[in-house]
C-alpha cells in the first residue's frame, strides 16, 4: 500500500510555471508507475503525464507535450511534475496516482491510489 500526498499548486498567471510534487509513503515506492492527471468539475479526470517505476520512461499527451515533465526520484519517494508555459485551460485539481504493475496506463480507473488534489489556478 502507498500513501500519496501532493503539493505545489497555486495560482500563476498565463505564461508561468509551477512544480508539483507527490511525496508517498511505503518501502514499495518503486514498485509503482506513478501518474499525475488533472480534473475540472464536470470532467472526467484527464492523464497529464506518466513516469515509469525506475524513471526511464516517461508519457504525455499532445496537450501538455514540452511544457510539462514528470520526474521521480525513488530514493526520496517523490514524484515532481514541472509546469512551464501554463495556460488558462490548464487550470484544475491535480491529482498523483500510483498503479502497481509495469504498464502506463492513461486511463484513471486502472491506478490503485490517489493523492487528495492540489488545485492550479492559471489566469489569463
Known amino acids: 500500500q502507498v500513501q500519496l500526498v501532493e503539493s505545489g499548486g497555486g495560482s500563476v498567471q498565463a505564461g508561468g510555471s509551477l512544480r508539483l510534487s507527490c511525496s508517498a509513503s511505503?518501502?514499495?515506492?518503486?514498485?509503482?508507475?506513478i501518474a499525475w492527471f488533472r480534473q475540472v468539475p464536470g470532467k472526467e479526470r484527464e492523464f497529464v503525464a506518466g513516469?515509469?517505476?525506475?524513471?526511464?520512461?516517461?508519457y504525455y499527451p499532445d496537450s501538455v507535450k514540452g511544457r510539462f515533465t514528470i520526474a521521480r526520484d525513488n530514493a526520496k519517494n517523490t514524484v515532481y511534475m514541472q509546469m512551464n508555459s501554463l495556460k488558462p485551460e490548464d487550470a484544475a485539481v491535480y491529482y498523483c496516482?500510483?498503479?502497481?504493475?509495469?504498464?502506463?496506463?492513461?486511463?484513471?480507473?486502472?491506478?490503485?491510489?490517489w493523492g487528495q488534489g492540489t488545485q492550479v489556478t492559471v489566469s489569463s
Open positions: 513516469v515509469r517505476r525506475r524513471g526511464g520512461d516517461t
Open positions: 496516482a500510483a498503479f502497481y504493475g509495469y504498464d502506463l496506463p492513461n486511463n484513471w480507473r486502472d491506478y490503485d491510489y
Open positions: 511505503g518501502r514499495t515506492f518503486s514498485s509503482y508507475v
